[in-house]
């Protein structure tokens, strides 16, 4: 029911992950009717369940307060079922606040993971960069910082089979004592640490660098993450401002093509909330149906790498780390 | 001598400001044997003078210890003849840190600024919008941000003569509970106060929105100056990839040529200091002639409207602010 489309995003995303060889059975949680009404005659086909749900939580409640107040929406039944081992994992382009809130209270976090990250695929010049986190928290520690960064150090092994990834520190200069006290501290905090750190990583240098992980606070992730969608914004609105001249339009909507087939959203489907003990995929309100396969080709790979254990793991490791 | 060009940007800048009607006279504090070279017959001309100094501010430098090391480096002799009356403002595009510690050690604050703030401008849709501070403060607090909300707005009912500057505040949502603890109290801060603060901007909302003036901390305003930078220099590696079919490398081109000429940085000229008892902006370390150019304009501009009086007032004006 999530996002801005709702089912005729979600269902269409469902057939096609389904067709398009993700080997999982498939559980739609919303209105039954609505659901049915979308999946047409491919509601008979094997491997897709509906189950009805009768509460939706608001996009602008208070996200702990509506999961409580909302057992039989989509996401907490979802949620429950996962817990209790009827689903492996959860995708939904519902309320981030209410995905964090309802992952955290009915899956829990990870044995060592005070809290947990939002991580996201900034598109760079040689592929992509996990940025972690983008948004979870607004208030954080270097401890908090180095232990997302462990978690996505695991998940780039995992899941994108880099053997040694590089993890940078979203900060306002290179060296080790530039940035406000968070960064300087965590900065430290890198650099004594296994991982392997490469260092500060200035703004202009996230899209043009070298990071597989680049660790932030998720105010300043969420901030950077949403500025990327508002140059999208920003060259739509310019398009249609009748201030370029026929050519520079024409240049304009090539480049938009290009851009979309290469950097789109969609192709990283979602972002996996880490730290918690299961798998739960928080998609963009507007997801499009091919974001929605991506997001559950990436819950399947997660479910199927046992992405939990290995984040569990690199949290408290055998090289003695804290926590 | 600043900037990564030197000379060769500097010198051309200033003869095209001067002979584009920037009636100003203006003196060139640098190595007089390179900048008379670069000046060639019209070293001649009135309205030019050159200074001759012997020493340079490194660019890695800590800049307080620099300012004190380097009394005959371009930039301190520069803020000193500042200080002296012997010119009205002080134009560089040498290091960032440098400028801000000379400003602060030779020309002051103003009476009722705690901190100088660094205003940059960004590219809107409608227009452009003045972010601060970009930089120049890594620790900071709600009271800090308010002031650099009415230096801000100040600066456009001064230099742009906007009646009633919008001012909004970069955060992570649109509630007023949203954020850290410093954007929940600087929001509260600025509803409070006398300007006409329109509330939280997105940071997709950046580049789309309607404010005249957006307050941030110069931790996140730092990186998003600079990540704007950065999608600049991944286009320009996107294009070198050989990862783009031939239509699309065209529209590229095209759409780079029409943003260069509509939003390029080098028509904003330089981001002014804000707070310090004169007037003093910085220069990209790129900047081109055409932005030494522009530079000088706003900086004449400047002190015509007397902009250091008029923000003194706004910090210190007859509501009975703080301070």
Redesign the interface.
Request: proline share 2%; hydrophobic share 40%; net charge negative.
């Given at each position: 029911m999530g996002g801005d489309v709702g089912p005729a995003a979600v269902v269409p995303g469902v057939l096609a992950a389904l067709h398009g060889g993700v080997d999982c059975d498939l559980v739609l949680y919303g209105q039954q009717a609505r659901v049915a009404a979308e999946l047409g005659g491919a509601g008979a086909e094997p491997g897709i369940e509906i189950i009805d749900c009768n509460q939706e939580i608001p996009m602008?409640a208070a996200p702990a307060q509506a999961v409580r107040a909302t057992p039989d929406s989509p996401i907490v039944r979802a949620m429950r079922d996962q817990r209790a081992g009827e689903v492996d994992a959860v995708v939904s382009a519902g309320s981030t606040g209410a995905m964090v809130a309802a992952s955290l209270l009915i899956l829990g976090r990870l044995p060592a993971a005070e809290r947990p990250a939002i991580a996201t695929f900034f598109?760079?010049?040689r592929g992509e960069t996990l940025l972690l986190d983008a948004?979870a928290n607004?208030?954080t520690t270097a401890e908090l910082l180095l232990s997302f960064a462990r978690m996505g150090d695991a998940y780039c092994r995992a899941m994108h089979h880099v053997a040694s990834p590089a993890v940078g520190l979203?900060?306002?200069g290179s060296?080790p004592a530039k940035?406000?006290?968070l960064?300087v501290q965590t900065h430290q905090a890198l650099r004594g640490s296994e991982l392997n750190f490469v260092g500060n990583v200035?703004?202009?240098?996230?899209?043009?660098g070298e990071c597989d992980v680049l660790i932030t606070?998720?105010?300043?992730g969420?901030?950077?993450?949403?500025?990327?969608?508002?140059?999208a914004?920003?060259l739509n609105?310019?398009a249609r401002?009748g201030?370029?001249?026929p050519?520079?339009l024409?240049?304009?909507?090539?480049?938009s093509?290009?851009i979309k087939r290469?950097f789109n959203y969609e192709i990283y489907g979602g972002a996996p909330l880490l730290g918690v003990a299961g798998v739960s995929i928080i998609c963009h309100g507007r997801s499009s149906a091919l974001a929605f396969t991506h997001a559950i080709r990436v819950a399947d790979q997660q479910v199927r790498c046992r992405l939990p254990d290995l984040i569990a793991g690199a949290l408290s490791g055998p090289a003695g780390r804290e926590g």
């Open positions: 602008d598109p760079t010049v948004g607004t208030q979203l900060n306002i060296e940035g406000n006290d960064a200035e703004g202009n240098e996230v899209m043009v606070d998720g105010f300043t969420n901030i950077v993450l949403k500025f990327v969608e508002g140059v914004q920003f609105a310019l401002s201030r370029l001249e050519q520079e024409e240049g304009l909507k090539a480049f093509v290009a290469r």
